[in-house]
């Protein structure tokens, strides 16, 4: 019980770290990393902390998805089904698939940060490994060139609090209506707050993936979202004295707080992550 519960707090950071726990977002939500961990201990009673950590990655990163992760230990009459891309057991009676909200493009980056842990991890012995290199904060700000930037506005922090929950539960729309224009997004969860306006608000910034000479026409986009965000009489209230705005904006543009403050470690370089201590995590397991 107790490795159980450091590899998931460290699971739980490193998803935390890279950009990759929100669930409204397209991401992991508690149970899926809670599931996976479980997976790994259950595989492996006798490794130690570290050890199943290790492993977390090198089974993951090369897991077969068209299967799902079940804890089970049987046949179960659970299939990946249509537009599920990570197929994940819940344990319970009957078994059934935890719900998701991941898109081609979340889906995508949630591979490539597993291929990343792997490959930092599959031979510790082999160069001045530190654990802390796990958990380097995702550089959203020299990874993508151009953001779309999001912002949400309304009179009081209050109404606020209210609007941007209301929005933030109709994301995973916005995310596959980007998709559909042919442009992936990597959304952070991040808040952020823009200064220069006096109304109470909340700023996000997403980086974009074009996968064509692809034009995004915020306009058009809004006008398609609004429309889903007040499909309702509750939405209609909400919408009535709050603000959404939808811009594009370049890396330079970005707030000061999405720049890492980081030295680039030799090994790490390929990767484009800065170096910053996460004691809180890898000192435990260390």
């Known amino acids: 019980k107790r490795k159980f519960q450091v590899l998931l707090r460290c699971i739980k950071l490193w998803a935390r770290r890279r950009g990759l ?22 595989r492996f009673p006798n ?6 950590f290790t492993m977390f990655f090198e089974i993951f990163a090369h897991w077969p998805w068209h299967i799902p992760v ?49 490959v930092l991890t599959k031979d510790l012995g082999s160069h001045d490994f530190e654990w802390a290199w796990i958990f380097e904060p995702f550089p ?28 933030k539960s109709r994301f995973p729309y916005l995310i596959l209506k980007l998709e559909d224009n042919g442009i992936e997004c990597d959304p952070n969860s991040s808040q952020e707050v823009d200064h220069t306006v006096v109304k109470p608000n ?6 974009l993936i074009p996968q064509s000479d692809t034009l995004l026409d915020t306009s058009s986009l809004k006008e398609d979202f ?3 965000v007040i499909n309702d ?15 594009l904006v370049g890396a330079s543009e970005l707030p000061k707080s999405m720049y890492n403050d980081s030295f680039y470690s030799r090994h790490l370089h390929q990767y484009g992550v800065g170096y910053q201590a996460a004691a809180d995590c890898w000192s435990t397991i260390g």
């Open 21 to 42: 726990h929100c669930h409204l977002l397209g991401f992991f939500a508690g149970i899926h990393l809670a599931i996976l961990a479980a997976y790994v201990c259950q």
């Open 47 to 52: 490794a130690t902390a570290n050890g199943l």
């Open 70 to 118: 079940d804890l089970h230990g049987q046949q179960t009459n659970c299939t990946r089904s249509d537009g599920c891309l990570m197929p994940i057991v819940m344990p319970c009676s009957p078994p059934e698939l935890c719900a998701s909200n991941m898109t081609e493009g979340t889906f995508r980056k949630i591979r490539e940060e597993l291929m990343r842990g792997f």
């Open 140 to 167: 959203y700000s020299t990874t993508y060139e151009q953001f779309l930037r999001i912002a949400l506005c309304a009179p009081t922090s209050e109404e606020l609090h209210d609007w941007s929950g209301w929005v």
């Open 202 to 207: 909340i700023v996000y910034h997403w980086g």
């Open 226 to 228: 609004m429309k889903y």
């Open 233 to 247: 009489v509750y939405g209609k209230v909400k919408c009535t004295d709050s603000e959404l705005t939808l811009s």
